[in-house]
C-alpha cells in the first residue's frame, strides 16, 4: 500500500495531515511574520467564536487568513477579458462557439449562452450542458479551411513556443498560433484575442508582449472590427483607435497591458 493509500484509509491520521498542510500554507505563499501576526488574531477569534457558544474543532482549521481586506479585488486581465468576450459573443449569437485554451471558469460560463467547444492541449473533460472539449492544440486545430463561426483565445498565444505548458520551443509559436486561427475562421466569422501589449519583449518562459501593429500583421487574413484595452494600471478602455494607441507601463507596477481584439474574416 503507498503511503497516500495508508493515510487516505484511516480517517484520523487523514484528518491531521490534511490540518498540517492548511495550517502549513500561508507560509508557502506569504512572508513568515505577517502569517504569524495573522495567525495570532486567528486564535483570538476562534476563541471568541467558541465563547459565544459556537463548536469548531481545531482537527477542521481551515485558515484564511488574508481574506479580510477593505475592497475586493480582481485580475484585471482575466476579469475584464471574459466580460468582454462574453458579452460580443452572447450579442453575435453564433451557433456554436470555439475557444481555444482559454480559462475554464469564462469557457463554463459561455455554456449557458451558446454550445462550446473548448480545444486545449490538456483537454478539459466534462459533464455540461452545451460543452464538447477537444484535446488539440491551437498550432493544428482540428477544423477544415474556413470552418468557425466564432472563436476565442484569451491570454494564449502569447505563451506558445515558450514551453511553459510543455509545447515544443519555437520562436515563431505566436505567429504559427495566429495563422492557425486565421486559417479555421469562416466568411463572416469573428476572432476574439487577447494578448499583452506595450514594449515588444519575449520574457522566457512566461509570455511574449506585442506591439499592437504586430498583433494585427500576425493575423493576417482578418480585419480588425475593435480594439479595446486594458490599461497597466487596471482601466478597461474600449473602442480604441489602434493607430494612436501608446502603452505606458512605467510607474504602474504593471508589465504591461492587455490589447483586446476583435477580427472578423471578410466575405470573398
Given at each position: 500500500?503507498?503511503?497516500r493509500?495508508?493515510?487516505?484509509?484511516?480517517?484520523?491520521?487523514?484528518?491531521?495531515a490534511?490540518?498540517?498542510?492548511?495550517?502549513?500554507?500561508?507560509?508557502?505563499?506569504?512572508?513568515?511574520?505577517?502569517?504569524?501576526?495573522?495567525?495570532?488574531?486567528?486564535?483570538?477569534?476562534?476563541?471568541?467564536?467558541?465563547s459565544?457558544?459556537g463548536?469548531?474543532?481545531?482537527?477542521?482549521?481551515?485558515?484564511?487568513?488574508?481574506?479580510?481586506?477593505?475592497?475586493?479585488?480582481?485580475d484585471?486581465?482575466?476579469?475584464?477579458?471574459?466580460?468582454w468576450?462574453?458579452?460580443?459573443?452572447?450579442?453575435a449569437?453564433?451557433?456554436r462557439?470555439v475557444?481555444?485554451?482559454?480559462?475554464v471558469n469564462?469557457v463554463?460560463?459561455?455554456?449557458a449562452v451558446?454550445?462550446?467547444?473548448?480545444?486545449?492541449?490538456?483537454?478539459?473533460?466534462l459533464?455540461l450542458?452545451?460543452y464538447?472539449?477537444l484535446?488539440?492544440?491551437?498550432l493544428?486545430?482540428?477544423?477544415?479551411?474556413?470552418?468557425?463561426?466564432s472563436?476565442?483565445?484569451?491570454?494564449?498565444?502569447?505563451?506558445?513556443?515558450?514551453?511553459?505548458y510543455?509545447?515544443?520551443?519555437?520562436?515563431?509559436?505566436?505567429?504559427?498560433?495566429?495563422?492557425?486561427?486565421?486559417?479555421?475562421?469562416g466568411?463572416?466569422?469573428?476572432a476574439?484575442?487577447?494578448?499583452?501589449?506595450?514594449?515588444?519583449?519575449?520574457?522566457f518562459?512566461?509570455?511574449?508582449?506585442?506591439?499592437?501593429?504586430?498583433?494585427?500583421?500576425?493575423?493576417?487574413g482578418?480585419?480588425?472590427?475593435?480594439?479595446?484595452?486594458?490599461e497597466?494600471?487596471?482601466?478597461?478602455?474600449?473602442?480604441v483607435d489602434?493607430?494612436?494607441?501608446?502603452?505606458?507601463d512605467?510607474?504602474?507596477?504593471?508589465?504591461?497591458g492587455?490589447?483586446?481584439?476583435?477580427?472578423?474574416?471578410d466575405?470573398?
Amino acid at each position: 500500500m503507498t503511503l497516500r493509500g495508508f493515510v487516505a484509509s484511516r480517517p484520523q491520521i487523514k484528518n491531521i495531515a490534511l490540518l498540517v498542510m492548511r495550517l502549513r500554507g500561508p507560509f508557502g505563499r506569504f512572508t513568515f511574520f505577517p502569517v504569524v501576526r495573522a495567525y495570532a488574531q486567528f486564535f483570538s477569534d476562534w476563541r471568541g467564536f467558541r465563547s459565544l457558544g459556537g463548536a469548531a474543532r481545531a482537527l477542521d482549521f481551515y485558515p484564511c487568513l488574508f481574506d479580510n481586506q477593505p475592497k475586493s479585488s480582481i485580475d484585471a486581465h482575466y476579469f475584464h477579458q471574459a466580460v468582454w468576450a462574453f458579452r460580443k459573443i452572447s450579442q453575435a449569437r453564433p451557433t456554436r462557439h470555439v475557444d481555444v485554451g482559454s480559462d475554464v471558469n469564462y469557457v463554463g460560463m459561455l455554456t449557458a449562452v451558446v454550445p462550446v467547444t473548448f480545444v486545449d492541449i490538456r483537454p478539459l473533460e466534462l459533464t455540461l450542458p452545451n460543452y464538447e472539449g477537444l484535446s488539440g492544440s491551437v498550432l493544428s486545430l482540428p477544423f477544415p479551411d474556413s470552418s468557425i463561426e466564432s472563436l476565442s483565445s484569451l491570454h494564449v498565444i502569447e505563451h506558445i513556443g515558450l514551453g511553459r505548458y510543455g509545447d515544443p520551443i519555437d520562436p515563431q509559436g505566436s505567429q504559427k498560433a495566429a495563422r492557425e486561427i486565421a486559417r479555421v475562421i469562416g466568411p463572416g466569422g469573428r476572432a476574439y484575442i487577447t494578448v499583452p501589449i506595450g514594449r515588444p519583449r519575449v520574457q522566457f518562459n512566461g509570455q511574449r508582449v506585442f506591439a499592437v501593429g504586430e498583433v494585427m500583421s500576425m493575423f493576417a487574413g482578418l480585419r480588425l472590427v475593435e480594439l479595446s484595452v486594458v490599461e497597466p494600471a487596471g482601466r478597461l478602455v474600449e473602442a480604441v483607435d489602434a493607430s494612436k494607441l501608446s502603452i505606458d507601463d512605467s510607474n504602474t507596477g504593471a508589465d504591461c497591458g492587455l490589447g483586446l481584439f476583435e477580427f472578423i474574416k471578410d466575405a470573398v
